[in-house]
């Protein structure tokens, strides 16, 4: 594939990962209805282990059976076992966990607003370990997406906020840094690699899973239950949008890099909002969140643009 073919693949791979992630929060939301939230947490990563692992073995058939008319990328070098652990509890257990405390404490509006500072940490943080700035265009274009998703979030906080506040909010950004550094982290460790990404994020994903199921089971003893309909919500959460968004993730963390990954998160929360008005699950934006829309629209188009001109990489797979 050309150069060209490449920048029009992570543009669908961008946008394809928007929607994916869009319609999780939906359907997490429904799910939510018959089950709590520790069942939920664990049900939906458990099935979406299950997927990786379908996928895994069949990755590993046609490793196996490749012939030499047809090369296969080099594997990558194996997971040290204490980086599997970082992974996993920076990039499954503790976000989950911090992120579902934090909605708890503080309402759900202060963690989506913790959360849009994402892209303009992990940009910082990836100039600094890479010891090379961004282009002034995707610092620019970071900046305005970023106050967009402020901005977007703002008329949210309005009636939503919890209890305790002031926890919930260092909470949140607890789990913020968390995602930040999982992202700087998982593409430091796989920086190069090519191959099937469904065995590379599989053990991160069954060791980060065992904490939640242990958090759940907890409250299954307690009384707490899940419905049927919760249930097949969970499998088809997991194994059908899961499944494929991390594998979009993981890649683009790979060719875009962590900052551009962050970045296309900022696109959730309008999406989400938009759906949820579309079901009337909730009231229709606001004239500041839709002006705020725009401007995330603006900086996300600076950066991909940015972007476009280093995109160089392989095809995808899963």
Do not use: C
Not at 38 to 66: E, H, N, P, Q, Y
Not at 288 to 295: E, I, N, V
């Amino acid at each position: 594939m050309n150069e060209q073919g490449h920048k029009v693949r992570l543009v669908w791979q961008s946008a394809a990962l928007v929607v994916l992630l869009t319609s999780t929060w939906l359907i997490v939301g429904a799910s939510l209805h018959d089950a709590s939230t520790a069942i939920v947490s664990a049900g939906r990563t458990g099935f979406t282990v299950l997927g990786l692992l379908a996928l895994s073995w069949r990755s590993t058939l046609i490793t196996s059976s490749a012939t030499a008319e047809r090369s296969t990328p080099a594997p990558a070098p194996r997971y040290q076992w204490w980086q599997v652990v970082i992974l996993a509890l920076t990039g499954v257990t503790a976000y989950t966990v911090f992120s579902t405390v934090a909605i708890s404490l503080a309402g759900p509006a202060l963690p989506a607003l913790a959360m849009s500072l994402t892209p303009a940490v992990v940009l910082i943080a990836e100039g600094v370990l890479m010891r090379a700035w961004p282009s002034a265009r995707t610092i620019a274009g970071t900046a305005i997406a970023v106050v967009g998703a402020v901005l977007y979030a703002i008329p949210r906080l309005a009636g939503t906020l919890g209890h305790d506040v002031a926890l919930g909010s260092l909470v949140a950004v607890a789990g913020m840094l968390s995602m930040a550094f999982y992202g700087l982290y998982f593409a430091r460790t796989n920086r190069g690699y090519r191959g099937a990404m469904a065995p590379r994020i599989l053990p991160i994903f069954a060791v980060g899973t065992i904490p939640l199921t242990v958090w759940a089971s907890a409250e299954i003893t307690v009384g707490e239950t899940a419905g049927w309909s919760a249930i097949g919500m969970l499998a088809l959460l997991g194994i059908v949008i899961y499944v494929p968004a991390y594998l979009l993730q993981h890649r683009i963390l790979l060719v875009g890099g962590p900052s551009y990954s962050a970045l296309l998160g900022l696109a959730v929360p309008p999406l989400v909002g938009v759906g949820s008005a579309t079901l009337h699950l909730a009231g229709a934006p606001v004239p500041m969140q839709l002006a705020s829309m725009a401007l995330t629209l603006v900086g996300m188009f600076l950066v991909i643009r940015s972007k476009l001109g280093h995109a160089k990489e392989g095809p995808l797979r899963g």
